[in-house]
């Protein structure tokens, strides 16, 4: 069984800046990708950053340039430094982490989600 918490979100205003904070525990042998999802009310769940085992990151172009996602695979945590925060970015946050060796999305994990909300 793999759990997944995060922690950081809250209510900020536009410019401000958020770090989320995800912490995986569970029969974890190895990762092989780490990524935060959000989704808004009304709207499907999105991608907005990931980070393989290997270091490589992959951003949504609507965070790129503002967003950092940083992960440590021995420490089985994953952060998301979000600065420039815009009111398009109110969602919930969610941690997610892969387990397939391939990235299969039968290897995916998920976290509770943290509530992340930018007032104008």
């Known amino acids: 069984q793999v759990q997944l918490v995060e922690s950081g979100g809250g209510l900020v205003q536009a410019g401000g800046s958020l770090r989320l904070f995800c912490a995986a525990s569970g029969s974890i042998r190895s990762i092989n990708a780490m990524a935060w999802y959000r989704q808004a009310p009304g709207k499907q769940r999105e991608l907005v950053a990931a980070?393989?085992?290997?270091?490589?990151?992959n951003y949504a172009d609507s965070v790129k340039g503002r967003f950092t996602i940083s992960g440590d695979a021995a420490k089985e945590t994953v952060y998301l430094q979000m600065n420039s925060l815009k009111p398009e970015d109110t969602a919930v946050y969610y941690c997610?982490?892969?387990?397939?060796?391939?990235?299969?999305?039968?290897?995916?994990?998920w976290g509770q989600g943290t509530q992340v909300t930018v007032s104008s």
């Open positions: 997610n982490i892969n387990l397939d060796p391939a990235g299969g999305w039968r290897g995916d994990y």
């Open positions: 980070v393989n085992s290997g270091g490589r990151t």
